[in-house]
């Protein structure tokens, strides 16, 4: 192709908003509010501002609104973030009321933070420190080659030069106090779009005629004179690189005997620390609470306030994770304020005070989410899930019931958090800090007994055998149903199967060249998103899953279900289409690369599965040698005639419950049986 000269962009002139522009809208989710303001587009004085005011407003840590209305709990959520475009830019404010809480309230809420910063209510060190967190940032994410390519693309797309783009952060640095409390008092006042999203039905919804569909015959050997030229040309193939752990991990050990597994920064000077325990919710009821509870207190030396402040100062985040069988907490950022991190970091866990109103909010802010939860589409239908794989009692939903938390005390939370270090856990670091010397540190900072004891006893869930098809639907007033089908396989991670599963998901429903992608969709006009795979357990007491999702229209539906079936019994067969995913999965593992603080967590991964042997390396070489036939082998053995569980979510006046019995028992599940609550 020949360049041509590209016509200049000039954005279109928007009427200005001299007024609130005030709309509502409706659906089956939560409540909450959005107000939007426009600004001038890329490249200007305005969105360099515009960059800075949003982070005084929400860094996630010390911003107006992270200290005055989450930490503070004034809404149940709030934050802000800006989208500086080529033509325009807008920064939105946004938020979730408390239970009882209005809209109105959660919006005069958030336009009070930008009243306070129009009256300078902020502090002179937050403007460097947020300069701080834009540098640190950047060096995070240009770690990774796509942050880097995206630099440059954006940097295009918005028309600035490559020097002025990376000279951002200087023009940034040279923004002060008063320039901000100047261009908030002249941009933000009654110019502004608020969108109330209202729980409730749409009734302006408007439907058009649905057209008739022709199944189309797919192409899938033929190539157009285009392809053949790219495959045609030379490209110079790049060598797989493998995770070693026994040279990639350094291991030693604390003091109480405490793993330390080590990987060295020797790219820049920052850091990321984390105390792993094997325990979550399914070894205590009451241990994820007490976790996120922490987010909201400080130590009877320092406030939840002014700790968070103190962090986010230092350059370093603390971050609280926890799952049902996992929970770690994070500290992360600068190395040159690593001490200093650690003993803060090390205070709260061992010093945490406990604050009554501060749980009594959060245990009335949880009931909230609670209920909410009940009425998002997503949260209901990986309830369905949880419940088709393990059964009505499963670590989905059992949890803490409402009246053993509300009994619950702020003294008993941090009582909790307080034992955690009490139990058996480990180190892993990525940082810049040489071993020995972290080895000191961690063994002065770290505060444990001599003797840690074991975690708590876990509950045990059994995931159901697939022993003939049963469909468990639950009512959800949606346009369309979603769809999934579960055959429950063997137990345990099995090494030799792992490189045709690898292929076999790539060929069959991986991609967009896979057949389920190819047929559902393209050929059959059946759904905009149609996947289909094997799934390998996470653990070794876990089980292999056959899944395949679909989200179509109710008169689709015993259409989509029959296709599902006839491809899972009978996959077409294409050497065309079987040689590019092997090609591709190939490619992907010769590009592949686990580095950083990710080789730490391939390790604690590969550990569930009891694999000491980067993965990648037996796929690469045994791919190229595979052929259909080891495909459908594959099929025939994990996939063909199998029953199904079929887990479906819909509006219970539009689904054909009639048509689904001749797949097997059609049972509803009520959202309180998923939900447990």
Known sequence: MKPVNVPKFVPAVEKPI?????????????????????????????????????????????????????KKQKTLKAGSGCYILKDYSVELLF?????????????????????????????????????NDFKLKQVKAFEDNDARADAFVESFVLGISWDTYIAKLDRMSKVTKQDIVDFTNANFKDNYVIVYKETGKDTSIKKIAKSKLTKLDMNRDMESE???????????EIEPVYVNFEKDISVSNLK??????????????????????????????????????????????????????KFYGLGCEFNVFNSQDEVYVKLSGLSDNFVQGVELFEDLLANAKPDETAWKNFVDDEMKSRADAKQNMQYVFSYLIGYGIYGP??????????KDLKAMTATEAVGIIKSLLGYKHRVLFYGDMPMADLTKVLNEK???????????????Y??????????????????????????????GFNVDLNPTLRLFNEYFGGSMNSVIFQEMREARSLAYTAISYYQSPDKNSDHYYSLSYIATQYDKMQTAIDAFIELMDAMPVSDNAFNLAKDGLVKQIRTDRTTRDDILWKYEDYKKIGVKEDLNKAIYEKAPNMTIEDLKKFQAEYLTGKPHTFLIIGDRKQLPL????????????????????
Request: glycine residues 6%; hydrophobic residues 40%.
């Open 18 to 70: 001299s007024a609130p522009v005030e709309k509502t809208v409706y659906g089956p989710d939560a409540a909450n509010v959005m107000i939007g303001f426009r600004f001038p587009g890329a490249g200007t004085d305005d969105a360099i501002k515009l960059e800075l005011l949003d982070m005084i407003l929400s860094n996630s840590a010390a911003g107006m609104i992270d200290l005055n209305l989450t």
């Open 95 to 131: 938020g979730t009321p408390k239970e009882g809480q209005t809209l109105q309230e959660v919006r005069d809420l958030l336009l009070g933070q930008i009243e306070a910063i129009k009256r300078g209510e902020f502090e002179d060190w937050l403007i460097p420190a947020i300069i």
């Open 226 to 236: 285009m392809l053949k030229q790219v495959k045609a040309s030379s490209v110079n």
């Open 256 to 309: 109480s005997n405490i793993p330390l597994y080590y990987v060295q920064n020797k790219e820049n000077k920052t850091f990321s620390m984390y105390y792993v325990f094997d325990m979550g919710s399914n070894n205590d009821k009451k241990l994820p609470y007490a976790i996120d509870y922490l987010k909201f207190i400080g130590t009877d030396k320092i406030s939840s306030e002014d700790l968070s402040k």
């Open 393 to 402: 009692h499963n670590p989905m939903n059992d949890i803490l019931p409402e």
């Open 446 to 460: 770290h505060n444990v007994p001599a003797t840690l004891k074991d975690v708590p006893a876990e509950r045990v």
């Open 462 to 491: 059994e995931q159901q055998a697939t022993d003939k098809n049963v469909i468990y639907w639950a009512h959800f007033d949606t346009p369309q149903s979603q769809i999934i089908l579960l055959n429950r396989g063997a137990k």
């Open 658 to 677: 009639k048509m689904l019995k001749k797949y097997g028992k059609v049972k509803e599940v009520k959202i309180e049986t998923l939900f447990g609550y």
